[in-house]
Structures are given as structure tokens and as C-alpha cells.
């Protein structure tokens, strides 16, 4: 049978979060890949320590925006780089606008036919997710977006993935969940979710007994994967 819906990861999955990098290396010369990679692993660390930290939700969760940005201010003193008001600004303002991958517009439109609903699923706060979206041409493509900032729990946390299950009354096994990022397939993998891991990078399978039901290169995959689920 077709999913009942269609949820996708925004950050690294349909958004490319390395879209910094051009960015920081023109502030940074000879730095700005090392500031781009180091940025997106310590903006993970924080809201995974956040959430951890706070298992009954009362009081250490901050809105991604928040988090992006304590994360870029600890990489560049990690890294020695004078990070100016406006170095941080225009950064900051790329993040907003990540651009979307190659494969992002033209595979999620010819889905969009098939009739299956498509929602984003994030750690990002609403007003970042709406601005990408906007900003790569996907408005109308989702029926949703949810955000993790309803629940105050970052993914993996039960509590994020949940915002699928409730939205579309289904099981989680009746739901495809996309992610680019393997804790979060193997986060979506535990849940209960049918899998699709889109490993754009090539890595190897997380060691966490939480195989995905299917890997791709890319979204172009995960059509034939549907396809096979008709």
C-alpha cells in the first residue's frame, strides 16, 4: 500500500547545510570548510545535550535559531577567528536561506503528484523552515510543516517523531520518514518509522542496530522506492 504520508528531514536532506562555506571562506581564508563542518557537528552536539539534559522538557530547550548561533560563536573561538557583528550577521543569514540540493525540486514536485501528503519534519524552528522554503521555490510543495519546536524535544527524542504519527493519525510503520543524517534514519529506524535513508555523502551504516527499510544516493531513490510500495 502508498505511506500514509511522506515526512522529510529539512537540514542536510533538502537543504544543504554546507551552503555556509563559500561564505566563511571568504571571512575566514583557509578556514571557512573547517568552520562550516565543525559549525554543523557542535549545532547536533547542542541540541542532543539539550535535549538530553532536560528529559521532562522544563527548562534547558532553545529554539534552533538560538542554537545555530551559540554553536557558530563557539566554533570560531574554537577555531581562533575573529567573528565580527557582521561576519556573524551574513553567516547567520545564510543559514536561513540554505539552498536546497539539486535533486530537491524537481523530485519533490513530480511526488507531489501522486497525492501522498508530504510534510517537513525538523529540528528548525518554524520561521527558519518557512524561509527556506520560500526561499527555494517549495511553497505548496508540503502539507505541513512541523516543527520540533512544538514539542520542545530534539530529534531523536520519541517526543519529535511523534509530531508525525499525531499529525496524520497512522502508524509509524505506515509512514515514510527521509533523512539524510544516519542518527536521525536510525532515530526514525527506532521509532518505528519505514525508513529512507538518503546518504547523499556515501557514509557507512551508524553502528546502532537500527538498519533503514531502504538507502539511496539521493531523492531520486527514494521515486523508486514508492514506486515499489504502490
Not at 566563511?24 to 559549525?39: D, K, M, R, V, Y
Not at 551559540?70 to 574554537?78: I, P, Q, S, T, V
Not at 517526543?159 to 499525531?166: H, M, R, V
Not at 526514525?188 to 551508524?206: D, Q
Request: glycine residues 8%; hydrophobic residues 45%.
Amino acid at each position: 500500500m502508498p505511506p500514509a504520508a511522506i515526512l522529510f528531514d529539512a537540514y542536510g536532506t533538502l537543504f544543504d547545510v554546507y551552503a555556509v562555506t563559500a561564505l566563511a571562506e571568504a571571512h575566514f581564508p583557509a578556514s571557512g570548510e573547517s568552520l562550516a563542518q565543525l559549525w554543523r557537528l557542535k549545532q547536533i552536539e547542542y541540541t542532543q545535550l539539550r535535549t538530553l539534559a532536560d528529559p521532562d522538557r522544563r527548562g534547558h530547550y532553545k529554539p534552533f535559531y538560538d542554537i545555530t548561533l551559540d554553536a557558530l560563536r563557539f566554533c570560531a573561538n574554537k577555531l581562533g577567528l575573529a567573528l565580527s557583528a557582521q561576519a556573524e550577521s551574513e553567516l547567520m543569514g545564510v543559514y536561513e536561506r540554505l539552498d536546497a540540493h539539486p535533486d530537491v525540486l524537481g523530485t519533490l514536485t513530480e511526488l507531489k503528484k501522486r497525492g501522498i501528503p508530504m510534510a517537513i519534519l525538523s529540528n528548525g524552528n518554524p520561521a527558519m523552515l518557512e524561509t527556506m522554503v520560500a526561499a527555494n521555490g517549495l511553497t505548496g510543495i508540503f502539507d505541513d510543516i512541523l516543527s520540533v519546536d512544538t514539542v520542545r524535544a530534539y530529534k531523536p527524542h520519541p517526543a519529535s517523531y511523534t509530531l508525525g504519527t499525531d499529525k496524520y493519525g497512522a502508524k509509524a510503520a505506515d509512514i515514510v520518514f527521509v533523512s539524510s543524517n544516519g542518527w536521525d534514519a536510525a532515530g526514525a529506524t527506532w521509532f518505528g518509522y519505514n525508513t529512507f535513508w538518503c546518504n547523499r555523502a556515501g557514509l557507512p551504516l551508524e553502528q546502532l542496530d537500527a538498519t533503514p527499510k531502504r538507502i539511496g544516493k539521493g531523492l531520486a531513490d527514494l521515486a523508486h522506492y514508492l514506486d515499489e510500495l504502490k
